[in-house]
Structure formats: structure tokens, C-alpha cells
């Protein structure tokens, strides 16, 4: 279990929404440097933080922004785009893969080297991982993917000592939400930051950080698809 006090944390998105509150959370729990990955520059009052450009979809970013964190304990990825679409045009939902799949798996292997054992990877998800939203099925269908890249990692990461957790909020009141209106209670950002460092430190591999998606906590943790995703961890890793 990875504590949050005195350790080097990187978040990309960190510049709004859920991002930017978990920096404010993670330096309020004494976290030692704090890594703020975005695409617009960043200034930050505390001297712990320290701002790195970064999209996740460039590779040549990524790699710019490995060679400037001396040490890690928690990546983060948080960076994401929504859409509302209707599935009618493929490019899309080939953005979406991008920044949803393929950026965080891209930021995860640049970044694992600097990883000890006993670091964490957190993955910020949705509850349309688990199931599609009928207003944005192409988000829907990138965090499906994300999660099952999550539940692979984890699978092959645990003999590294390396924890890898799937954060799945439901309606979060952020800047990425502020057109949506749905029949839930948003929850605040701040909150739901407050919520992931709580599950990281508790070792949870799924954070369900508000109180829409802690309804189904139990139900997930205790399911047919997690004891699944068990059986299947334990089977070979090569044939």
C-alpha cells in the first residue's frame, strides 16, 4: 500500500477538474514533489510542484517530460477527453482511443522504469467503463478499453511489487461536465480526490470515489467480473 505523505506524484490533466484537486490533495497530505503534467503552461505557488508539458498523445512530450522527474512513487493519469456523439463518425472514437487508451498507455511504459517496488499507478476511469452512456457511447466505448488495460497491467505488473488501480467516478461537477445534465448528484472534484488518495492508501484495486458509483462497490468487488478477472490472473502468461 502506497502512502501519499513524502512521495513524488505525477498527474497529467493537472490543470482543472479532478486533476488539479488532486494535487491540492496530494500537497495537503505531504506529498514530497508533486509533477503537473498539462498542455498549456502552468504556474503553481508551492515549490514542490513542479509543471511539465505534457499531451499524452506526443511521444516526443512524454519522453521530454520522463527526463525531467528525478524520482516517482505515483503516476497518475488522469488526462482524458469526452465527446457526445452518436457513434456515426469513426474519427471520433479514433480520438478518444487516443487519448483515453493510448495516452495512458504510452505515459505507463515511459514512465515504468522510474517506478520502484511499491509504487502505485492510479488510472481515472468511469462508471462507463462499466457500462455506455447513451449521450457519449465513443467515451464510452475508450474507457471500456481503458479499464480491461488497467486489469491487464495489474495482472502483469504485481510481480514488479507495482499496485495498478481503476478509479470508476460517476458525475463529477468539473469544467469537462459543465454541459451535461443528467438526473445524478454531481460530486465535487475535491471530494472525489480526497476519495482516490484514500483507496490508494487503503490498497484498494478499484476506487469507487463518490456517492453514485459507491453504490455499486460492493456489488463489483464481490462479482462475477472480479472473481473472473482473479481466476484469470492466476492462469499462464504464455502458451
Known amino acids: 500500500m502506497t ?6 506524484i505525477l498527474v497529467t490533466g493537472g490543470g482543472r477538474g479532478i486533476g488539479r484537486a488532486l494535487v491540492s490533495e496530494a500537497l495537503k497530505r505531504g506529498a514530497r ?5 498539462t498542455r498549456k503552461p502552468l504556474t503553481h505557488p508551492d515549490d514542490r510542484v513542479t509543471p511539465l508539458t505534457l499531451d499524452v498523445t506526443d511521444s516526443s512530450l512524454i519522453q521530454q517530460a520522463v527526463e525531467q522527474v528525478e524520482s516517482l512513487d505515483i503516476l497518475i493519469n488522469n488526462a482524458g477527453v469526452t465527446a457526445f456523439d452518436d457513434l456515426g463518425d469513426q474519427a471520433v472514437l479514433e480520438q478518444q482511443l487516443a487519448v483515453n487508451l493510448f495516452g495512458p498507455r504510452a505515459v505507463i511504459q515511459a514512465f515504468l522504469p522510474l517506478l520502484p ?9 468511469s462508471l462507463a467503463s462499466i457500462a455506455p452512456t447513451p449521450f457519449s457511447p465513443s467515451y464510452s466505448i475508450s474507457k471500456a478499453a481503458a479499464l480491461s488495460m488497467t486489469q491487464a497491467q495489474r495482472m502483469y505488473l504485481a510481480d514488479a511489487g507495482v499496485a495498478v488501480h481503476a478509479v470508476l467516478p460517476g458525475p463529477v461537477d468539473t469544467e469537462m461536465n459543465a454541459d451535461l445534465t443528467i438526473p445524478l448528484p454531481m460530486a465535487s472534484a475535491e471530494s472525489v480526490a480526497a476519495a482516490i488518495f484514500d483507496g490508494v492508501e ?3 484495486d478499484d476506487i469507487f470515489p463518490d456517492p453514485v458509483s459507491e453504490q455499486l462497490a460492493e456489488g463489483w468487488r464481490t462479482g462475477v467480473t472480479k472473481a473472473l478477472e482473479k481466476q484469470f490472473a492466476e492462469l499462464p502468461k504464455s502458451v
Do not use: E, Q, T
Open 202 to 204: 487503503a490498497g484498494d
Open 117 to 125: 517496488r511499491g509504487a502505485a499507478i492510479v488510472n481515472i476511469h
Open 33 to 37: 514533489r508533486v509533477y503537473v503534467g
Open 3 to 8: 502512502k501519499i505523505a513524502d512521495s513524488a
